[in-house]
């Protein structure tokens, strides 16, 4: 049975994962606008999942006798100042879910909640590949400027990127 106040902060850990995804729509949408199909493609895959990290969450407040308390989501901002724009604020908002995380890991060991803490494993060793990527992204955009082959062939590469459930997922839907 999860505290009051676990479930509190578990239900705003469902919201940052929603708005997560909502950000990765809108850039998404904003790299069809300037052309970059491939990166649209790899912000929508990263879109999906963020809803399997908030369904995530939200099924493990369910089953642990919590409610789940949606609230609303914030717009996200729908202009970028280009690829690598995008990429630099995609690991600074990862960079927030990390601690948001990692806030949720204290919380959990401090109330002695270890069926939360286990739970919450996955997400942290999600936290350190979500940033890992970004960070490959960035370095490649930084190597190859703002346009020209260089970044045509990052587009292709990102195009690649397909969307599977996680392997420890147990949700049928995403």
Known sequence: MLSEKMAEALNK??????????????????????????????????YKEEMVHA????????????????????????EFGGALDMFEKTLAHEKFVTKSINDLVNLAIEEKDHATNIFLQWFVTEQIEEEANDNEIIAKLKLVGKEGNGLFMIDKELAARVFALPATSNESQA
């Open 13 to 46: 850990q469902v919201n940052n994962e929603v708005y997560s995804a909502y950000l990765y729509m809108s850039m998404s949408a904003y790299s069809t606008f300037i052309g970059l199909k491939g990166f649209a493609n790899w912000f929508m895959v990263q």
């Open 55 to 78: 369904m995530k969450i939200f099924d493990y407040i369910n089953d642990q006798g919590g409610q789940v308390k949606l609230m609303p989501i914030a717009q996200p901002p729908t």
